[in-house]
Nanobody, 121 residues
């Protein structure tokens, strides 16, 4: 049974950093693209970043370019989102997801449970 365990969320001051992790079990991520999404209260879910199966291609939302970095460790079956220079508008529940193809997509097949990120002074 596929499961994700997300971790790394929390409360941070503006300008601070967090690193989100998403570990998969019951499933091998090696051949699939993975992504991070977020949903703020009262807003629609938005794509934050994605990375291809090999890690050779990455995409970022304009709002996080230059501040967030997506990565993956296939040996650990884990994906990461390094978030630097955090802003209050980054406050949201962050979700990891996997799509059963090797390239980034608009539709994803499996989702993590979400982890809260709050940026506030």
């Amino acid at each position: 049974q596929l499961q994700f365990v997300e971790s790394g969320g929390g409360l941070v001051q503006p300008g601070g950093s967090l690193r989100l992790s998403c570990a998969a079990s019951g499933f091998t991520l090696d051949y699939y693209a993975i992504g991070w999404f977020r949903q703020a209260p009262g807003k629609e879910r938005e794509g934050v970043s994605c990375i291809s199966d090999s890690g050779g291609n990455t995409n970022y939302a304009d709002s996080v370019k230059g501040r967030f970095t997506i990565s993956r460790d296939n040996a650990k079956n884990t994906m990461y989102l390094q978030m630097n220079s955090l802003k209050p508008e980054d406050t949201a529940v962050y979700y990891c997801a996997v799509v059963l193809i090797g390239i980034c997509s608009y539709e994803y097949d499996y989702w993590g449970q979400g982890t809260q990120v709050t940026v506030s002074s």
